[in-house]
């Protein structure tokens, strides 16, 4: 079925645009130039969507094409390297592990960030999810993605007259969207049943292609279900904890259902994050009912099962009574049911408040790889879970770490790329993860990077200004609205960056400890600063939202001159233009509650260094030579309001005696030297260490490698 035969018919010599447009390689590689150069004002106005182009695009402009030889160039190429990445032939994973060919590895996750025309993410995961896969196909690494077509996608974010939040959401336009019926190897769209309670919910499943890599999106929005069981897929994180653990059975159960329904046969799964972890349980059936026992099941499930925690909070992890977890998962037991009470057994957890389902302990239960995103998490994981080792000495317990990664060619601004061409070795995206090669940047001339770093600034300002204009004209805003929106910044200002979900222990009120000093450092007298804020709260997080709030206020307060502004809406469009334009990138976590983070990763690829608390990555990634470390001395254990001070004063203190006298210290020629060796020493650092390709190949080397290559048990076992 393809929901794309009814496009305007495409000149025969261009005939394979559709296809390109539906495949979200282009996102990533030089082939997204041929939908610019098709059409550059459409690419604009569709928020490059060139699936949307293709519905509008003018047929005289379609003719125009498939006749210029330049366009054409362009378009062959494209063609012919996303073949390429699809047969997946000489690649970094075939050359690695040639023995392991034929075999493949299912990637569980809630949310996937792949580009804005697809909006099934909310957050730092998602972005995790997408980059991971993008990663893979570039590698290509035999991956299969799993999780949730979410037709109403994540809110949109609107503020009242007052800065307070409000959620709207809107339903996916599936004309636009880059996705295509998932279809059974009888040529039938892949529809499936999951018992969920005393009933049987239908799910159908999407397909999302990402070159060598696909994605199978589950969507229970079917005229056969009744309403309320429409509804479970609609939207990201949505509904109360009884919608949450149906959401999760559907995933998790629905998951590998789907997979068998297509004929797909991972031999290791990858849990990113415990909503998935109920794949144990159906994976666990499938085993059972080919006549081994609960026990055998239970370990070919560890010997071929991944889980990534990104959670340091343990309210941060789902868990359920056992009473509501029984009752959904009363169809599922099929010839488990005397086994039912071991099952249950795995998820057996108490974080405080009393013994429930937790899904993360399952999770760990479960599998024969257990990592956290980051050596400081990994620690703390190790701690937080003591109940699941007993009598295993903390430094014993199985938890590695893999560090996140960003992937390069999704962030790095464009004129950077070019900047790179220039003055680094050639084909040194193919090496990123080298950290000799990108010595290189240290010999690129102050003046062309400095260049390119204030052009990037100008698109930001370009972008905070329209996007103003655009809130003051459709939405009819006041002008309160439009100066909080940053109409009043300055591009020559050396601009601070803040953009991440609003949560309490993010502590983005931190600058805001101490006003009136930092009033004094906004308004310096010809070194002056300013600061752009954007996120979201989780809609049931109301200190996030008032966290929000707070800021809004603060960029209406006249005490700072128009220097604070907040941009809202967050999503990977804004996110591109703030981690590629900011001079410095502000992060104020308390510690030891960021498990990771990935945007100051993104922001330090694109010569932003960072300011930030040494938690996280960050803990790992400060030289201290690419950035500042943020640190009151406070002791451990104080009250938050000590280590606040503390740390507030710090954050201060490297403002006004390091980093504004740095960035304005400038040469005859206006150059800021000693800034742009911090710039340099940002690239050069994070970029190998913290892409998304070492990340990945850690991934495959460490845990999918061993876990495809470990022997099969013999099956099936007399019970």
């Known amino acids: 079925m393809n929901r794309f035969a009814s496009l305007p018919p495409l000149p025969p010599r261009i005939s394979r645009l559709a296809e390109l447009a539906i495949d979200l390689w282009w996102a990533w590689h030089p082939a997204r130039v041929v939908f610019r150069r098709l059409d550059y004002q459409l690419w604009r106005t569709t ?102 077509m979410y037709p109403q996608g994540y809110f949109h974010q609107h503020l009242s007259a007052e800065g307070w939040q409000e959620e709207s959401y809107e339903r996916l336009n599936w004309n636009d969207a880059p996705i295509d019926a998932a279809m059974t190897s009888d040529g039938k769209p892949c529809i499936i049943a999951v018992p969920l309670g005393d009933r049987s919910v239908l799910i159908t499943v999407w397909r999302v292609r990402l070159g060598r890599v696909v994605l199978y999106l589950l969507d229970t929005d079917l005229e056969e279900n009744a309403p309320a069981d429409r509804e479970l897929s609609a939207r990201l994180y949505g509904g109360d904890r009884e919608t949450r653990i149906q959401q999760e059975v559907v995933l998790g159960i629905g998951g590998v259902r789907a997979l068998k329904a297509l004929g797909i046969k991972p031999a290791a799964f990858h849990l990113n994050e415990g909503h998935a972890g109920f794949v144990v349980l159906q994976r666990i059936h499938n085993l059972v009912d080919q006549g081994v026992s609960f026990h055998e099941a239970l370990q070919e499930i560890r010997r071929s099962t991944i889980f990534t925690t990104h959670t340091p909070v343990p309210a941060g992890h789902d868990a359920f009574p056992f009473d509501l977890v029984k009752k959904h998962l009363a169809g599922c037991w099929g010839t488990l049911g005397a086994d039912h009470d071991q099952f249950l057994a795995l998820g057996a957890h108490d974080n405080g408040a009393g013994p429930q389902f937790n899904m993360t302990a399952l999770a760990m239960r479960s599998a024969g790889s257990i990592n956290a995103v980051s050596r400081l998490h990994a620690e703390v994981t190790r701690g937080m879970w003591d109940a699941i080792w007993p009598g295993v000495a903390e430094a014993s317990r199985p938890v590695a770490y893999v560090t996140n990664g960003v992937h390069v060619p999704t962030w790095m601004a464009g004129e950077l790329v070019d900047l790179f061409n220039k003055h680094l070795d050639s084909g040194w995206i193919e090496r990123q993860d080298d950290p000799a090669m990108w010595d290189a940047v240290l010999g690129i001339p102050d003046k062309d990077l400095w260049a390119v770093r204030a052009s990037l600034r100008s698109h930001l300002f370009a972008f905070v200004r329209e996007r103003a204009r655009q809130r003051w004209t459709d939405e009819h805003v006041g002008t309160p609205r439009v100066v909080a929106a940053g109409t009043l910044l300055d591009p020559d200002v050396l601009t601070i960056g803040f953009a991440r979900r609003f949560a309490g222990y993010k502590r983005s009120g931190l600058v805001f400890t101490d006003p009136a000093r930092l009033a004094r450092i906004l308004n310096g007298v010809g070194r002056p600063v300013q600061i752009v804020f954007a996120g979201k709260a989780h809609p049931a997080d109301d200190v996030g939202k008032g966290d929000l709030q707070r800021v809004y206020r603060r960029a209406l307060d006249p005490a700072f001159g128009g220097r604070i502004a907040f941009v809202d809406d967050y999503d990977l469009h804004v996110a591109h233009f703030l981690v590629q334009g900011c001079d410095l990138w502000l992060n104020t976590p308390r510690k030891p509650l960021e498990a990771s983070g990935t945007s100051g990763m993104k922001a330090a690829i694109n010569g932003v260094p960072n300011l930030s608390i040494a938690d996280g990555w960050w803990a790992e990634g400060f030289t201290g030579s690419n950035g500042w470390v943020i640190d009151g001395g406070a002791p451990p254990g104080s009250p938050d309001d000590v280590t606040d001070a503390a740390d507030a004063n710090a954050l201060y203190r490297l403002l006004e005696e390091e980093i504004v006298p740095a960035y304005y210290d400038r040469d005859a020629s206006g150059l800021p030297h000693r800034w742009l060796a911090v710039v340099k020493e940002s690239i050069r650092t994070v970029g190998p260490h913290f892409c998304a390709r070492r990340m990945v190949k850690e991934y495959a080397e460490r845990m999918y490698a061993p876990a495809l290559a470990a022997p099969l048990p013999p099956l099936p076992t007399a019970r």
Not at 83 to 103: E, F, I, K, M
Not at 119 to 124: F, K, L, M, Q
């Open 47 to 148: 928020a490059h969507n060139p699936v949307r182009m293709l519905w509008t695009v003018a047929t005289s402009t379609l003719a125009q094409a498939a006749a210029d030889p330049e366009f054409l160039a362009l378009y062959d190429r494209a063609i012919e390297g996303l073949d390429v990445a699809r047969a997946a032939r000489n690649t970094w994973w075939t050359r690695t592990v040639p023995h392991l060919s034929g075999q493949s590895i299912a990637y569980f996750s809630a949310e996937f960030a792949l580009h804005q025309s697809l909006p099934i993410y909310a957050g730092g995961l998602g972005v995790l999810a997408g980059d991971h896969c993008k990663e893979a196909s570039d590698l290509g690494v035999p991956l299969i993605g799993v999780g949730f």
